[in-house]
């Protein structure tokens, strides 16, 4: 007879086979620049809490004070019973924070881009997307009914003749949506948003940007990919962001016209189906918008690390990339390389994970280090010294 589960075990072991399988570390301490993993202490060197914020004592604060006075659950969906007075106001600051006219928070920005994008397109309609963006935003448009074309990375040539042949072939396109990571989060490069908002101004789409990697880290005050270019709500209409990254929470958003908003809260289904944030999430949200607008000196400091940390490991001799951001891929080709070098780091005291096929080409393997405005200076020293050390075993550099 046929066991009709036997697949499960069969899959997984190919993937063991090819080191492709993720092993899973588990942190037995907060998430701070020295961390308990698997029972070691370590240098945080991945995680997407760039400025340290998931344990600073004002959003812990925040948090505590929301139990105390709203308890620990929303208790139902936004649109029912779910909406306190806490996540209003977050989306109030939110607003004000982006200089949008108005934002919509969901339960996470895996949710915003699989609600939202499908209602943004759909029969009769173009979305147009970078080869490289993230994978909820794939999702999000295999969820919509619209065609779909892809241009190379960044390409922004690219962009105009994948747009000028679609027109051509359908000129009757409804709508014509051109979506973008902001910050690619494998290559930490940024997207070319001032001449793709061009582009799509040209031919009357509409732009919608994934900026999770820009928030709290590029822009004035980390206020993101948007206002780094200086672009007004005109030339992009839905900016996409997540809590869960430099913010240090959980929780995903967007931000532009209050059309924007209305249409979006009245339409996403990840929105209007799935339980709110815990009174907490909201607090703590808000708080990290407070200390992002009152203590400026923690995306300075993140900018600084990253400048230093790119020149030593370039001078090492390892292959960077093309990052322009505090992620800085650590390059070493097969799945297996990678594999070895995060083993090494992590007996020398530094947590960076390895991220192989299929989230990069078979033979970009990689360490994808993040860093972290928390780190001190010798911190930075201490992990340079390990992948000098770690590199040179296994003929890296
Ligand atoms: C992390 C990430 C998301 C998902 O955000 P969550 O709030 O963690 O669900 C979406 N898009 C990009 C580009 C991301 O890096």
């Known amino acids: ?30 998430s701070m620049p020295w961390s308990e993993i698997d029972g070691k202490r370590v240098l945080m060197f991945c995680s997407n809490n760039y400025l340290g914020l998931s344990n600073h004592p004002r959003l812990k604060e925040a948090a505590h004070r929301a139990i105390d006075e709203r308890g620990v659950g929303s ?11 806490l996540h209003v106001e977050l989306e109030r ?16 920005g895996f949710a915003a881009n699989a609600g939202l994008i499908p209602q943004l397109a759909g029969e ?3 979305i147009v997307s970078d080869e490289l963006n993230h994978g909820s935003i794939i999702d999000g448009v295999r969820l919509s009914r619209a065609e779909r074309a892809v241009y190379r990375h960044a390409d922004v040539e690219d962009l105009r003749s994948v747009l ?11 709508r014509i949506l051109v979506i973008t990571d902001g910050v690619f989060s494998m290559d930490g490069d940024i997207a070319p948003l001032d001449r793709i908002s061009q582009v799509a101004a040209d031919h009357g789409a509409m732009v919608y940007v994934d900026d999770a990697h820009g928030e709290g880290v590029l822009g004035p005050g980390g206020r993101g990919i948007v206002s780094h270019f200086g672009l007004g709500r005109d030339k992009v209409h839905v900016e996409m962001g997540t809590f869960s990254k430099a913010f240090g929470v959980v929780g995903g958003h967007i931000s532009g016209s209050k ?15 799935s339980g ?55 390059i070493v080709g097969e799945s297996s390389r990678a594999q070895k070098l995060s083993s090494r780091l992590f007996e020398l005291g530094v947590f960076a994970l390895p991220i192989v096929f299929p989230m990069v080409a078979r033979d970009k393997a990689r360490i994808r280090t993040i860093m972290n405005a928390a780190l001190t200076p010798e911190d930075v020293t201490t992990a340079v010294a390990a992948f000098a050390k770690a590199g040179r075993e296994l003929s890296l550099i």
């Open 75 to 85: 208790g139902s969906v936004r649109p029912i019973a779910g909406t306190m007075d």
């Open 276 to 330: 709110s944030h815990p009174p907490p999430v909201a607090a703590a949200c808000l708080a990290a918008i407070d200390v992002l607008e009152s203590e400026p000196e923690h995306v300075e400091r993140l900018w600084a690390h990253t400048r230093r940390f790119k020149k030593e490991m370039r001078d090492l001799g390892f292959d960077i990339g093309r990052s322009e951001t505090p992620i800085t891929p650590v």
């Open 164 to 174: 000028s042949k679609a027109e051509e072939h359908a000129p009757s396109y409804r």
């Open 124 to 126: 009769g309609d173009l």
């Open 1 to 30: 007879m046929r066991n009709p589960t036997a697949f499960l075990g069969e899959e997984y072991r190919q993937l063991v086979d090819q080191d492709l399988d993720w092993r899973i570390r588990v942190l037995e301490s907060p």
């Open 93 to 108: 600051r939110l607003a004000r924070f982006k200089h949008a006219d108005a934002s919509l928070v969901y339960q996470t």
């Open 259 to 273: 059309d924007l908003a209305l249409f979006a809260l009245n339409k996403s289904r990840t929105w209007l189906l």
